[in-house]
């Protein structure tokens, strides 16, 4: 006698379609191209938050996570020498720049570069910054100068490779009240794009050559001067910051996968 068979259940594994691990890479190269656009937390130094003061080649300050290091002239430098060439101004008082032609109509503090002398900028951190913009003036060694274009404002950045990038903007003339006053800058060639590690401004003054320099050469003469305001730099991430932020999402998308790459499913199998 045949006994009749029972139907047995058992689990079958079904296994989903291919593109649900392309659908969580591509998922998680999204979020990498999300968070990368998002820019950096950026820091507008106005020097608002320093005292009004004097400072000499060699000395350095700090504001907002940016140490600036003030350098001597050409000439100074080349000898060993100090000279007073950084201020803290307070835009509101006249008082604050009675020695020269600064600029007007600064509504608080504004750091002013004198003597031939320049300033570097370099994070405390030690990482990389981008420059977005900033407002500068000529600071002219005397009133009433005729309004012609006296020099220009250097800038020169390092890259974190050690090369070297350099740019120039011509300084803004006077205003109709005969006055030197802030303009914002226009930087050219991608120059805001880069990643510095360092950044320095100075001078140049145009000689009688129609050249403009402030060298051992040929010297600025203590007209080489200017005014910062309104600084406008970013922190730059690392790129192993991405890296590491792309192999974590990776390995979740891993992770995931396997958690839900067998879906237990149920047949029946009869006699």
């Not at 003030?70 to 008082?93: E, K, M, N, Q």
């Amino acid at each position: 006698m045949n006994r009749p068979s029972h139907a047995r259940v058992s689990p079958a594994t079904v296994y989903p379609p291919a593109t649900r691990g392309r659908t969580t890479v591509l998922a998680a190269l999204a979020a990498v191209s999300v968070l990368v656009s998002v820019p950096a937390m950026a820091d507008v130094l106005t020097f608002d938050n320093l005292r009004p003061d004097v400072y000499e080649s060699g000395q350095t300050l700090n504001t907002s996570s940016y140490n600036l290091r003030f350098l001597a002239d050409p000439t100074t430098a080349a000898g060993g020498g100090v000279s007073g060439v950084g201020a803290i101004l307070d835009g509101r008082a006249g008082s604050s720049c009675d020695i020269a032609a600064c600029p007007q109509g600064a509504t608080g503090n504004y750091l002013a570069i004198l003597n031939d002398g320049g300033v570097n900028f370099a994070r405390a951190d030690r990482q990389a910054f981008s420059l977005a913009g900033f407002d500068y003036s000529f600071i002219a060694p005397v009133s009433g100068l005729p309004n012609m274009q006296w020099g220009e404002l250097q800038l020169s950045g390092t890259l974190s490779n050690g090369q070297v990038v350099s740019t120039s903007l011509a300084f803004p003339g006077q205003g109709s009240d005969g006055n030197y006053h802030f303009q914002g800058a226009s930087l050219l060639g991608g120059f805001s794009n880069y990643a510095f590690t360092g950044l320095t401004f100075n001078a140049c003054i145009f000689n009688d050559t129609g050249v403009c320099s402030n060298s051992i050469d040929f010297p600025a003469f203590n007209q080489g001067q200017f005014a910062l305001d309104n600084i406008n730099v970013s922190a730059v991430p690392e790129p192993s910051t991405y890296l590491l932020l792309l192999a974590g999402l990776g390995a979740i998308g891993m992770l995931s996968r396997r958690r839900s790459g067998k879906v237990a499913a149920f047949t029946v199998q009869g006699a």
